[in-house]
């Protein structure tokens, strides 16, 4: 796209061009063509979307509830341990909002939108001297891979911001490799420094059952020092565990410092063959592709086998945009074999490139 384009874009948007408004909106959100500005897009985006623009509303809950690139900081390693994943809170995200925007998970946003509600009342008596209940932030999040834990942890801890209970809102994304060391010595400082880089943060261990070994494993080692680390740091650390629902549950039942901490659980259910099926047409979108009628009734028939056969490994939405990206590669295929390719083309899912 040219700079011509895309001043007359913006022209014709200030303008009130309620098309272009949206298309101005993306752009920016995208920054493929220009430099990214996701607040200044969405801004666009809501000026169309108030203008009754179905597109605009439709990006606004993509760009919402998609994990977002530029919000990732990914530390560069200053020596031979790698670093945890932390994303940044972003004060600009409507928390609810964009939790709303998911799609499914209908338990889990009624038990975070229950928390929220119990901490702005707590938050409230305690402004008006009254004696508040004792809330533990610290969460239980169970369920089989793919059903938006980390997704939602991300929204918890910008929530966990907004209400004043964390300064930073972050969310620093580890598993049982970021805390255990190899050797005698190394665990405790691996895990203390890992929480660290969690305070006035979210701390979100995958897998957390996997902390513990058989042997002279040193998984209790750092369970330990996370158990003194939480107590000591108790208003600046809140940590969520996640990971299959029975293992969960069974590690944290072992351990009475885990039981007293963790009773907070909150399920996320498997997607539905309907919920996974609108999460491909999501990618779709977000994306620009179309998909003719009796390819869309095909990739319905391909989910629905997948779902009808799976186990708790199923892999839910990191199946569905596993299944998204071998699509797009049979597409990629079908119109190299062309001579000459139509840029409609481009855009367009066949019934050939959902054969698997």
């Given at each position: 796209m040219t700079k011509d384009a895309i001043d007359q874009i913006f022209d014709r948007a200030r303008h009130g061009d309620v098309f272009a408004q949206a298309l101005m909106g993306q752009l920016?959100?995208?920054?493929?063509?220009?430099?990214?500005?996701?607040?200044?897009?969405?801004?666009?985006?809501?000026?169309?979307?108030?203008?009754?623009?179905?597109?605009?509303?439709e990006l606004i809950n993509e760009y919402l509830s998609a994990p977002m690139q530029e919000q990732v900081h990914t530390p560069q390693n200053t020596n031979s341990t790698q670093r945890p994943n932390t994303t940044e809170g972003n004060p600009d995200v409507d928390n609810l909002a964009e939790l709303k925007s998911l799609i499914g998970l209908e338990r889990v946003k009624q038990d975070v939108d229950s928390l929220r509600n119990l901490i702005k009342i707590q938050t409230m008596r305690k402004q008006q001297g009254l004696p508040n209940t004792s809330v533990s932030y610290h969460c239980v999040f169970s369920g089989n891979p793919g059903t938006g834990k980390t997704t939602v942890a991300r929204i918890v801890a910008g929530i966990y911001k907004e209400?004043?209970?964390l300064k930073k809102g972050h969310l620093v994304e580890v598993d049982r490799s970021k805390l255990v060391g190899e050797y005698v010595g190394q665990t405790a400082p691996k895990t203390n420094k890992v929480i660290d880089e969690a305070l006035d943060g979210v701390l979100f261990i995958d897998e957390a059952y996997s902390l513990v070994g058989?042997?002279?494993?040193?998984?209790a080692e750092a369970i330990a020092t996370l158990l003194k680390r939480m107590e000591d740091d108790r208003d600046r650390l809140v940590v969520i565990l996640a990971g299959y629902t029975n293992e969960i549950k069974e590690f944290i039942d072992s351990n009475p410092g885990l039981q007293s901490r963790f009773n907070r659980y909150i399920q996320f259910d498997d997607y539905s063959t309907e919920e996974l099926t609108e999460i491909f047409k999501r990618n779709l979108r977000k994306s620009r592709y179309k998909i003719k009628r009796d390819a869309f009734e095909e990739l319905q028939s391909v989910i629905e086998r997948a779902v009808a056969s799976r186990d708790k490994n199923f892999g839910n939405a990191r199946y569905v945009r596993n299944l998204f990206e071998k699509v797009v590669q049979n597409q990629a295929n079908r119109l190299a074999r062309m001579e000459s390719i139509d840029n409609d083309e481009l855009s367009i899912i066949t019934r050939e490139d959902i054969n698997f």
């Open positions: 920016l959100c995208e920054g493929k063509y220009v430099q990214q500005d996701r607040q200044n897009g969405i801004g666009w985006l809501r000026n169309a979307a108030q203008c009754n623009c179905l597109y605009a509303r209400l004043g209970i058989e042997g002279s494993d040193y998984g």
